[in-house]
């Protein structure tokens, strides 16, 4: 099974200000382009992403963006609105158990979102692929996408593809 992240960040490495706002992210509908959002997301089987992020996405207020079936790590009761039965579902860590569930279901590629989470899976040696796009933005201080590891982590770079409005997006894979 493979795990990868797909991801913006800021120039200076934060995927939210300090207080978990993305509005530096602009408007989604805005966009011309979706930096192969919709293609990368045909390709995984389940959405595994933190409680931070699951009510950071319920904030937005808009229908649940999801096609895929999500997974919210959380050790706490999880209280799911009606339209998300069936949609979502929280398991507790560690995140290799929760790998290890959702291969048992026939999962063949996890998307991994979230700060914390991409920081767990990476520290655990489950992320395969990490697509991360950077916004020309200096946030000065925020949620950093990356944090400690038990040990150097070797990446090759695949591509990296230049977007009109600046963006640029670099795709590795892990050693």
């Known amino acids: ?14 995927i939210a200000r300090k207080d978990g706002d993305i509005d530096w ?15 990368f997301m045909e390709t995984i089987d389940y959405l595994v992403m933190g409680r931070n992020t699951y009510e950071k996405v319920l904030s937005f207020g808009i229908p649940w963006p999801y ?4 997974v919210v790590l959380t050790s706490r009761p999880l209280d799911l609105p009606d339209e998300l039965s069936g949609k979502v579902e929280a398991m507790p860590g560690p995140v ?13 590629h ?18 395969g692929r990490l697509i991360l796009t950077r916004i020309p933005v200096l946030l000065g201080e925020g949620i950093p996408l990356f944090g ?13 593809r230049a977007f009109e409005d600046g963006f640029m997006q670099s795709e590795y894979e892990v050693m």
Not at 1 to 14: C, H, K, P, R, Y
Not at 67 to 70: G, L, N, S
Request: charged share 25%.
């Open 1 to 14: 099974m493979e795990a990868s992240v797909f991801i913006a960040t800021s120039l200076d490495g934060f």
């Open 25 to 39: 992210l602009g408007d989604p509908e805005d966009d011309q382009d979706d930096y192969g959002y919709y293609r």
């Open 67 to 70: 096609e895929k079936p999500v």
């Open 96 to 108: 290799g158990a929760v790998a290890a569930a959702l291969e048992e279901r026939g999962a063949k």
């Open 110 to 127: 996890l998307y991994i979102d979230g700060g914390r989470t991409i920081q767990s899976f990476l520290a655990a040696g489950l992320v």
């Open 148 to 160: 400690p590891l038990p040990g150097d982590l070797p990446l090759k770079h695949v591509e990296t």
